[in-house]
């Protein structure tokens, strides 16, 4: 069984086809919620209506400008959390509930 996942995953590197695979095993990788997706839209008009780069923002909030970066695409899966928001929120003197939908997102 190992043999066949093994020469799978090789297949599949051999095709460029690798992402979701870790050393030889299977690892499903975590897409973003529409939630994470919202959070994200939030902090990044509020962060150009300041006019600060991905750069300028993150040093402001002591994140890297490739974390910011990955967080704002929709195709990577880095994410922001709750301490985050926190931070944005006392960054931009604004409430935490400014990056959360007024309603549940379906």
């Known amino acids: 069984m190992?043999?066949?996942l093994y020469a799978n995953v090789l297949f599949l590197s051999l095709l460029g086809l690798t992402?979701?695979?870790k050393m030889g095993l299977f690892c499903v990788k975590k897409m973003?919620?529409?939630?994470d997706l919202y959070i994200a839209d939030r902090?990044?008009?509020?962060r150009i209506a300041k006019g600060l780069s991905l750069e300028a923002f993150g040093y402001?909030?002591?994140l890297s400008q490739s974390f910011v970066a990955h967080c704002e695409n929709f195709r990577?899966?880095?994410k922001y959390n709750i301490n985050h928001i926190h931070t944005f929120?006392?960054?931009f003197e604004c409430s935490l509930y400014e990056f959360l939908p007024k309603y549940p997102i379906e």
Request: proline fraction near 0%.
């Open 89 to 91: 929120a006392r960054f």
């Open 60 to 62: 402001a909030v002591n």
């Open 76 to 78: 990577l899966d880095k």
């Open 32 to 35: 973003k919620t529409k939630l």
């Open 2 to 4: 190992v043999n066949i």
């Open 43 to 46: 902090v990044k008009e509020k």
């Open 19 to 21: 992402k979701g695979f």
